[in-house]
């Protein structure tokens, strides 16, 4: 899963509009800022196949130190310790953020192919899970999106604007994000190579969440009349 990832961001946020909308989109992102790093070291494995499923171009043979499931649950610990103890924040944001960390694995488990380890998660002979709906692009990209919007709409709700920006900023990261992903997902086959693919990745994951943060800063929580 791609930007639907962002989804738990934004529920989390209309839950506690105290928590920093820029850490959850960190969060929810979390185990892919460990992973794409772990590629480009050859400690993890990331493989470009033009066809390798319906919606993606790419295979993920080998990540046990951060897509499986005890090492999601793991990171997701350790953001909760850093949240509390390096960053300070309440108890009620360390614990939105944990579990914004923990649903990126659950997100995922919909859309990939079996790559996620679940048992004897460092042997070739690995039990691995996923119910494989990137085979099925259109179903796959309706989902995604189906749980972005919707999370959007709560977000929205459960906060008011304080200005223009916090009004059509929100707005436009939404339709940036679809349409990236619409790119993503339909777009002609573009040749690239597994280094270049995980440093992009890496590069739109921060910006993301720079431009959100910033938009957030807009808004406040609470329902009022939109200006």
Same mark, same amino acid.
């Given at each position: 899963?791609?930007?639907?990832?962002?989804? +738990?961001?934004?529920?989390?946020?209309?839950? #506690?509009?105290?928590? *920093? @909308?820029?850490?959850?989109?960190?969060?929810?992102?979390? &185990?892919?800022?460990?992973?794409?790093?772990?590629?480009?070291?050859?400690? #993890?494995? @990331? #493989?470009?196949?033009?066809?390798?499923?319906?919606?993606?171009?790419?295979?993920?043979?080998?990540?046990?130190?951060?897509?499986?499931?005890?090492? !999601?649950?793991?990171?997701?610990? /350790?953001?909760?310790?850093?949240? @509390?103890?390096?960053?300070?924040?309440?108890?009620?944001?360390?614990?939105?953020?944990?579990?914004?960390?923990?649903?990126?694995?659950?997100?995922?488990?919909?859309?990939?192919?079996?790559?996620? +380890?679940?048992?004897?998660?460092? *042997?070739?002979?690995?039990?691995? &899970?996923?119910?494989?709906?990137?085979?099925?692009?259109?179903?796959?990209? +309706? @989902? #995604?999106?189906?749980?972005?919007?919707?999370?959007?709409?709560?977000?929205?709700?459960?906060?008011? $604007?304080?200005?223009?920006?916090? /009004?059509?900023?929100?707005? =436009?990261? &939404?339709?940036?994000?679809?349409?990236?992903?619409?790119?993503?997902?339909?777009?002609?086959?573009?040749?690239? *190579? $597994?280094? +270049?693919? !995980?440093?992009?990745?890496?590069?739109?994951? /921060? =910006?993301?969440?720079?431009? !959100?943060?910033?938009?957030?800063?807009?808004?406040?929580?609470?329902?009022?009349?939109?200006?």
């Amino acid at each position: 899963m791609f930007v639907g990832h962002y989804s +738990a961001s934004f529920i989390a946020k209309g839950l #506690e509009p105290r928590a *920093s @909308l820029g850490l959850l989109f960190i969060a929810a992102q979390f &185990l892919d800022f460990v992973f794409f790093p772990l590629a480009l070291l050859n400690i #993890e494995a @990331l #493989e470009m196949h033009q066809s390798a499923t319906a919606s993606t171009h790419f295979l993920l043979p080998f990540m046990p130190w951060s897509h499986s499931i005890w090492a !999601a649950a793991i990171w997701s610990f /350790i953001v909760l310790i850093v949240a @509390l103890k390096v960053l300070n924040t309440s108890k009620t944001t360390a614990i939105l953020l944990m579990l914004v960390t923990q649903t990126h694995w659950l997100l995922d488990l919909l859309v990939h192919d079996s790559d996620l +380890a679940v048992w004897r998660i460092f *042997s070739a002979n690995a039990s691995k &899970l996923g119910f494989g709906l990137w085979d099925q692009a259109i179903l796959a990209f +309706a @989902l #995604e999106c189906g749980f972005l919007i919707g999370a959007y709409w709560f977000y929205i709700k459960r906060t008011h $604007a304080v200005n223009k920006l916090g /009004i059509y900023g929100p707005a =436009t990261l &939404l339709i940036v994000l679809i349409a990236i992903h619409a790119f993503n997902t339909f777009a002609p086959y573009i040749k690239i *190579s $597994a280094s +270049a693919f !995980a440093v992009s990745a890496l590069a739109m994951f /921060i =910006t993301f969440t720079i431009i !959100a943060g910033y938009l957030d800063s807009n808004r406040r929580g609470g329902v009022k009349s939109e200006l």
